[in-house]
């Protein structure tokens, strides 16, 4: 029996169903925090500037004269606005960089008011001191305000310790509304899982709700059930962190990520020293505990930001380029057979989310049903259908498959947010029933219109192979990774190699 086979029949059904209840349930949840957290940060920031524009006018501007309130844009014309704006935006630059390494920004990171406020005192004392220094070397004619710079600094520290505060009290105001909750599960009902579920309960401000534990050895109104229920559960209760305090169990362990890691769940380890279960992790602090949190991808925080960036930047480049030939694809189908131009694919994407793909149609109107009958003829090993020759596929279809032209208006999904330009590409429903827990890592990243394996040998590759490049991609992802496989896409799609 093929290693493959072997595979698929380990795998539990409903493994798609689960994922696609908790991508649905998580996202309410974080569209509410990433707007609260933008709308904190403005405010945060927006008093920064106030309080800098009104030092700046009783400070600077009244040593040029009177205002004229009528006409606010003759501030524009007083001979230090720029050299202060440039001071401003050095502050801004090296204090924001600074808090944001410190993880000041994250929704889910305990809020210490004390603390925090030193670590701004910080990030602002090493900001004006740089801000300060590049002047210095510039040498600039202006004669800064010291008044100013000593009042904005203070000011800067206030505003911090005051925003921390609103953000207390709106994580207070949404605990006891219960407009959102991060459900939280413990695997292990011992001494310090127990004190984690106290202090979860004991905290009025964090958005973490304490659900129950699972346990093979206790029973009690708490334990939800044992370890091999967590899938079940995880879906039941809508789980977004699960805490393991029972890391001395190395198999057991490792059997459980290996299960649940497959959907977007938070999980976190309260470590003892032992061999970790994946390179992939973050060290982190769980209320009085060190933790270990498996971490997917280093394409997180600035790293995801620069690559979405990078995606909606270049589709949209991309779009507005390759207008002529989409207009000329469109024509040719449209006269070479009959049926929609263009065609949605139900495809699974970041999570085991799903959502409808783009595609030029390549092949004959009803080619789904005649799928069944090709069925013996699949040439793909694992839960993928290739066949080289296919029979449905027009002869428009031959040509655009062939370059890859059917694919240019997935730069649609990868402007709405769907895809990126790189990445594991989107499977079918079908197919993903069929994947193993392994297999499953492929969404731990958005889907692509290309990937690492599309350019070391396309669908010659066998299925195996897929994965082994797309995890690799997945786990070692860097910005010169991702520009290296858009630049080699361009030879192999030209060169019409692989595909089919």
């Known amino acids: ?41 403005a405010l945060e920031y927006m008093l920064y500037v106030i309080s800098f524009s009104i030092l700046f ?54 809020i210490k008011p004390v603390e925090d406020t030193f670590t701004a005192a910080k990030a602002v004392t090493v900001s004006f ?21 000593l009042a904005l600094a203070i000011l800067m520290v206030l505003i911090f310790l005051l925003t921390r505060f609103i953000r207390l009290g709106v994580l207070s105001a949404l605990r006891k509304t219960q407009l959102y909750n991060k459900n939280v599960l413990i695997i292990g009902a011992g001494r310090v899982g127990e004190q984690i579920r106290d202090q979860l309960n004991d905290n009025k401000t964090s958005s973490s709700c304490f659900v129950g534990f699972l346990d093979d050895y206790k ?7 044992t370890i091999p229920h967590i899938e ?15 890391p001395s169990e190395r198999g057991l362990i490792n059997k459980l990520i290996t299960s649940v890691r497959k959907y977007d769940v938070q999980i976190k380890i309260i470590p003892e020293l032992f061999e970790l279960v994946t390179s992939s992790v973050s060290f982190d602090h769980a209320f009085d505990y060190p933790c270990i949190e498996i971490v997917r991808t280093p394409l997180r925080g600035l790293n995801w930001f620069m690559k979405r960036s990078a995606d909606f930047i270049l589709s949209a480049l991309g779009v507005i380029a390759i207008s002529p030939v989409l207009l000329l694809v469109t024509l040719a189908i449209k006269l070479d057979s009959k049926g929609p131009i263009l065609i949605k694919q139900k495809r699974i994407g970041k999570n085991g989310a799903p959502f409808h793909m783009l595609k030029f149609r390549s092949m004959v109107a009803n080619a789904e049903a005649l799928k069944a ?52 590409r989107p499977p079918l429903p ?54 290296k496989i858009l630049l080699k896409t361009i030879p192999v799609v030209l060169k019409g190699e692989g595909a089919y």
């Open 57 to 110: 006018l009783y400070k600077v501007v009244a040593d040029y004269g009177a205002i004229d309130w009528h006409d606010f844009s003759s501030i524009l014309d007083i001979p230090v606005i720029g050299e202060y704006s440039l001071l401003l935006a050095v502050i801004f630059t090296v204090y924001t960089g600074w808090l944001y390494q410190r993880g000041m920004f994250r929704w889910s990171r305990d």
């Open 1 to 41: 029996m093929s290693l493959e086979i072997q595979m698929v029949k380990n795998v539990k059904p409903g493994h798609l169903l689960i994922a696609e209840d908790i991508v649905s349930h998580k996202k309410k949840t974080v569209r509410i925090e990433m707007l609260l957290n933008a709308g904190l940060i």
């Open 129 to 149: 001191l740089i801000a300060l220094g590049l002047v210095f070397f510039l040498k600039t004619s202006v004669i800064y305000s010291r008044v100013l710079i």
């Open 373 to 424: 009958s090709l069925a013996s003829q699949n040439e793909a090993m694992g839960p993928v259908f290739k066949i080289k020759n296919d029979p449905r596929i027009t002869r428009v279809g031959r040509f655009i498959r062939k370059y890859s032209l059917d694919e240019l208006p997935q730069l649609l999904n990868v402007l709405a947010g769907q895809m990126s330009l790189v990445g594991p």
């Open 430 to 483: 079908n197919e993903v029933e069929q994947y193993t827990d392994y297999q499953w890592r492929r969404f731990d990243v958005r889907p692509g219109i290309t990937g690492l394996w599309q350019v070391s040998g396309r669908s010659d590759l066998p299925f195996e192979e897929w994965v082994k490049l797309d995890i690799y991609y997945i786990e070692r992802w860097s910005l010169a990774m991702e520009f």
């Open 232 to 246: 079940k559960l995880v879906q039941q209760h809508k789980i977004q962190e699960i805490y393991i305090t029972i």
């Open 219 to 225: 029973k009690g109104p708490q334990i939800l059930g």
